[in-house]
Nanobody
Framework: QVQLVESGGGLVQAGDSLRLSCSAS??????MGWFRQAPGKERESVAA????????AYEDSVKGRFTISRDNAKNTVYLRMNVLKAEDTAVYYC?????????????????WGQGTQVTVSS
């Protein structure tokens, strides 16, 4: 069993930066992903990283602005978000899976956190 707890969300202005953290308990060398869901919209992928951090994947809308990383010694995955836009406003979820074929496919993830709210004012 893996438990995930996100933190770091908040209210910021457009152009600002935030760093989200996802602390994991249990077996943690899983592929980890960040997903988000805005009000009235479907969940969408944001970024993912494999177990040793060698491979990452990003949704096109965040490429060049967001960076996913992990510190396995701390059992923590991070999402650094720069140049935030109003359209980045959403609840951000951390997810984990022992193995995924498509890193940005949410249905392939087994464990999910409760989410952290990110609000970007324009």
């Amino acid at each position: 069993q893996v438990q995930l707890v996100e933190s770091g969300g908040g209210l910021v202005q457009a152009g600002d930066s935030l760093r989200l953290s996802c602390s994991a308990s249990g077996r943690t060398r899983f592929t980890m992903g960040w997903f988000r869901q805005a009000p009235g919209k479907e969940r969408e992928s944001v970024a993912a990283i494999n177990g040793n951090g060698a491979y990452t994947a990003y949704e096109d809308s965040v490429k060049g602005r967001f960076t996913i990383s992990r510190d396995n010694a701390k059992n923590t995955v991070y999402l650094r978000m720069n140049v935030l836009k109003a359209e980045d406003t959403a609840v951000y979820y951390c997810a984990a899976s022992p193995g995924v074929g498509r890193m940005l496919e949410g249905n392939e993830y087994t464990y999910w956190g409760q989410g952290t709210q990110v609000t970007v004012s324009s």
